[in-house]
């Protein structure tokens, strides 16, 4: 037994104690010492804690053979195939070649296009009820006679100039497509496992108006029994429409029906040539009014910012005075290249300007439908969730890994001329969510409240709080979040009027994916409506690595380039691993509506070009990019003086 003398260093027993200690197992005990341990002194700074603790990452844009197109491009892949594969097990790919993430996804919506949702592959399995019509039978026969890609271009072609046979078509209220959308609510049910893999219900809802992007993808916040209640809503009339607002009735029709809770998200306004964020309205030629902000802003709370198609956040003819604006992109015209792109489309079409805008329209309406947060999607139409470059399995089939991916064209209207090619593919992007927990309701519930982040692939976690007491000292914690919590809003959050002689500061946090690159910088990006309600936006660098410092025109030197492109490889010799600090608006007017979004690059990687280019031994043109600096982009916070 230890001695008394011991037990009293080790315990700090007060020898001058009045009443006599008690020396036991659990140590000397005094009356003194037993009262204090029954006080209510928490100590962990941890207990208690009610917010989120790491992001989630997923894909709420996947497509699978279930979807006409993707089948029609030669997916194979259905989406029991496609959950497997995003929680990380081993799949073969449509092309026959093995297929793995290097590390599995959190979440995974299927989002299958609901028009003639499943007929490509009960076509292609030759079900009797399609082949009894004749023009079916014809395409079935081309098929089978090893003109798939004739037969394939036919359909479609048909599908989409409106004239496939109705006899045939696969739509609500037929038991073929009742079918089709239980198959893919089974799917989602049997690959949920809370806690672990989250399988989210959801379809695309995929508009087109005069070749015009207008898609949304509608995710569902409830299991398969109240999904399972309605049937998707197409765009074919007369039991469809291509107008958001038919669909954003749809949305809360099964609200009302079912008790349930639904949202849609918008993506590739790239390709929309100006109509997905407008200020007039393309169906109607009429400025959009209150009721259009009040139902966008209260079914469209996410965007989805980057993706295979190209990058949305903004453009350089936009954002001239921005380095980084000049990334990815997909601007020669609409989504069929039908109509050519002109400058004065680009305004409608990209997430910042469409932040921008939606201060106007609030100050006007009340409302401001571009209130939204943002998020990335891959829209693979493989069945393969993929955003990694070293690592990517394109957008269709045709793109999957090959030496002749890159340098073939992707998509070309022959009427117009205009073509997109393979290479011009991003391999971009998931979508970060901060919840509370793996599960359907705590996902949807961190999409509502606008709490996540784009990143065009890499796994970095990124905090962003605003508020009007963040100090520098906050900055100096392995707990960022605890300060930002308590003493601000996070990411997609409001900040009310400013307290007398105060401005927004910003707790930013940033670390590097561990097995990724290492971090150039965080910036924020301003956008505000000045007193002639003109809107303005600013870039600001408020945390990099190295010890740069901005030249006489306010830029921060790059941060350098360490690839190695006939190798493929980089080294993180430059760059920091994580990036912490607190921001102050030094530009503020508390009388100006505002909003602020965080946006962090990385140094740079080798671009999936420069990937192929190494595993094929090839010479791919001088013109095609062979590097990439990935990013991340956070939902914005809003400054509203009239709150």
Known sequence: MASFALLTACFGTDSSAQEPATTTDAGTMTREGTDKAFQARPYAPYAGRNFPTHPLFGDTHLHTALSMDAGAAGARLDPREAYRFASGEEVVSSTGQPVRLSRPLDFLVVTDHSDNMGFFTDFLAGKPEILKNPEARGWYDLMQSGKGGEAAFALVSTFAQGRFPQEILYQPGNAAYRSTWQSIIDAAEEANEPGRFTAMIGYEWTSLSEGNNLHRNVIFRDNGDKAAMVEPYTTQPPIGSNNPRDLWKWLQSYEDKTGGQVLAIAH?????????????????????????????????????????????????????????????????????????????????????????????????????????????????????????????????????????????????????????????????????????????????????????????????????????????????????????????????????????????????????????????????????????????EKVYDVAWSGDRKPGTDGKLPPVGNTVDVPNATWTNTIGAPELVSVWKDPDFDPEQRAFYYGRIIEIPTPRWTAYDAKYYGLTLPSELPMTTQERAYTSPIWYNPVQ
């Not at 380095?323 to 039908?338: I, T």
């Open 268 to 536: 590739n306004g790239n390709l929309s040539n100006g109509t997905m964020f407008p200020i007039i309205e393309s169906f109607s030629g009429k400025e959009i009014d209150r009721e259009y902000a009040e139902q966008r802003a209260r079914w469209e709370v996410l965007y989805e910012a980057t993706q295979i198609k190209g990058d949305g956040e903004t453009h350089p003819v936009l954002s001239p005075n921005d380095e980084f604006a000049n990334f990815e992109r997909w601007d020669k015209g609409n989504l069929d290249l039908s109509e050519a792109k002109k400058p004065e489309m680009l305004e409608f079409e990209y997430a910042r300007s469409a932040l921008k805008n939606g201060l106007k329209l609030e100050a006007k309406l009340g409302v401001n439908p571009y209130k939204f947060g943002l998020i990335g999607g891959t829209d693979a139409h493989t069945g393969l969730a993929t955003a990694d470059d070293d690592n990517f399995w394109g957008k269709i089939t045709t793109s999957e890994p090959s030496p002749g991916r890159a340098t073939h064209p992707f998509m070309s209207n022959p009427n117009t001329g205009a073509q997109i090619m393979g290479w011009e593919e991003t391999a971009s992007g998931y979508a970060a969510v901060w919840a509370e927990e793996n599960t359907r309701t705590s996902i949807f519930d961190a999409m509502k409240r606008r709490e996540t982040y784009a990143t065009t692939g890499p796994r970095m976690v990124v905090r962003f709080f605003g508020g009007f007491d963040f100090v520098d000292a906050d900055a100096n914690t392995r707990s960022p979040a605890i300060t930002g919590y308590t003493k601000g809003v996070p990411m997609g959050g409001d900040l009310g009027h400013a307290p007398a002689g105060k401005a927004p500061t910003f707790l930013v946090a940033a670390l590097k994916d561990p097995i990724g690159a290492n971090l150039d910088r965080y910036q924020i990006v301003k956008g505000w409506m000045d007193s002639a309600g003109e809107v303005h």
